[in-house]
């Protein structure tokens, strides 16, 4: 195996646990985190199509309040290798995401834990009135988020490849089955957990809408964005709520653009 390639691997492991936090970038997102595996390996066909399945199941995985959710970012780059590194199949790939998601949530509660200790130590540093230890505790607690995805990984790379292919092969057909079924019932669910955020009863028509489209009309995902934004326009325009130009209860004249008028009252 080239050196090169799995120091990008490594790297790539270590931004996804990190970002896993930071959400900044965005790279421990499957279609992220899988897609970068896929390049560094030279198979971006194989890591994209991984990473956009992937990127399904996860849509309803999110960190709210205490409770953590399945890691994203260890399935993604575990699954990743296994498919590109040690050449097992995208639904093979697919169905091992599932308990690699759960081990990746019992490792980041275990390191969520460690830097309880580190967080202290930063108060600390604070009340001495040292902003260098504060900035490296910090720095130290999200490295070991990184290292938390960098270090399954490195063990997943160094596995041999015809142990992880006697193990695929291993997995009996109802297993692999039974990993498949419960992965679309998740997609499901975290489709239904975005759109139980967004729905309003004045947008249910536009969802709909979407569907009869879709079924009629031979349209791609282009197609049917530059429809979406159109009719969120026309609705921008025409309803009351935004349209400030027609001086519905607002001290405001408004300029003609729904759009401008909601930017000016901020």
Same mark, same amino acid.
């Given at each position: #195996?080239?050196?090169?390639?799995? $120091? ?30 896929? $390049?560094?390996? @030279? +198979? ?20 709210? &309040?205490?409770?953590?959710? *399945? ?15 040690? @050449? ?7 169905? %091992? ?11 980041? #509660? ?10 202290? &130590?930063?108060?600390? +540093? ?12 910090? $720095? ?19 596995? *041999? ?21 419960? &992965? ?16 309003? *009863? +004045? ?32 609705? %921008? ?16 004249? @408004? ?6 008028? $909601?930017?000016?009252?901020?």
């Amino acid at each position: #195996m080239d050196i090169i390639m799995v $120091i990008l691997i490594l790297v790539v492991a270590f931004f996804a646990g990190m970002e896993g936090i930071l959400d900044e970038f965005q790279l421990h997102q499957p279609i992220v985190a899988a897609s970068l595996i896929g $390049i560094v390996t @030279g +198979k971006p066909l194989e890591g994209l199509l991984l990473g956009g399945t992937l990127q399904l199941i996860a849509l309803g995985w999110m960190n709210i &309040g205490a409770a953590v959710a *399945p890691d994203a970012a260890l399935a993604s780059i575990a699954s990743a290798i296994l498919v590109t590194v040690h @050449g097992a199949g995208i639904s093979e790939g697919i169905a %091992l995401a599932i308990p690699l998601a759960v081990a990746g949530q019992v490792l980041t #509660m275990f390191v969520r834990t460690v830097t309880v200790a580190l967080a202290h &130590g930063a108060d600390r +540093k604070a009340e001495e009135g040292s902003f260098r230890g504060v900035e490296m505790y910090h $720095i130290g607690a999200l490295m070991l988020q990184g290292l938390r995805i960098a270090i399954p990984a490195a063990i997943v790379l160094a596995v *041999p490849a015809e142990i992880v292919t006697n193990a695929l092969n291993s997995i009996p057909d109802w297993l692999t089955g039974g990993l498949a079924v419960a &992965g679309g019932f998740i997609v499901a669910v975290g489709y239904a957990m975005v759109i139980n955020m967004m729905a309003t *009863p +004045k947008l249910w028509m536009f969802f709909a809408l979407g569907f009869a489209i879709s079924a009629v009309g031979d349209l791609n995902l282009i197609a049917m964005g530059i429809i979406g934004v159109v009719l969120a326009l026309l609705y %921008l325009q025409f309803s009351p709520e935004f349209n400030q130009s027609s001086g519905g209860g607002s001290s405001n004249s @408004g300029s003609g653009d729904p759009l401008d008028d $909601i930017l000016n009252d901020y």
